[in-house]
């Protein structure tokens, strides 16, 4: 499973963005699709995870703020953003949890200023 995220950018504290993960590739065998988040001390922490049959987890961090999505036509994860914070500011990267294990993309910045 090949993963492209986009969306990321400069946002001030208390603004919205929205990520994109298009995959592509065997998306036959995966099953959840996740949003990590990574800092700057290369900490990398699940933000938001659904699964193909549509349970969502979502971290505490983020909890009423953060939207996760995937549209099954178009292969593409979502990750609605709203009221974020400057601690927000990550390099977000999308997974796939596949049959023969985890995919990556390279990763989105956001930068969230106060």
């Known amino acids: 499973v090949q993963l492209a995220e986009s969306g990321g950018g400069l946002v001030q504290s208390g603004g919205s963005l929205k990520l994109s993960c298009a995959a592509s590739g065997t998306t036959y065998e995966a099953n959840a699709y996740a949003w990590y988040r990574q800092d700057a001390g290369n900490q990398r922490d699940m933000v938001a995870r659904i699964h193909t049959g549509g349970k969502i987890t979502y971290s505490d961090s983020v909890k009423g703020r953060f939207t996760i999505s995937f549209d099954n036509a178009k292969n593409t994860v979502y990750l609605q953003m709203n009221s974020l914070e400057p601690e927000d500011s990550a390099v977000y990267l999308c997974?796939?949890?596949?049959?023969?294990?985890?995919?990556w993309g390279q990763g989105t910045q956001v930068t969230v200023s106060s």
């Open positions: 997974n796939a949890e596949g049959w023969y294990g985890n995919y």
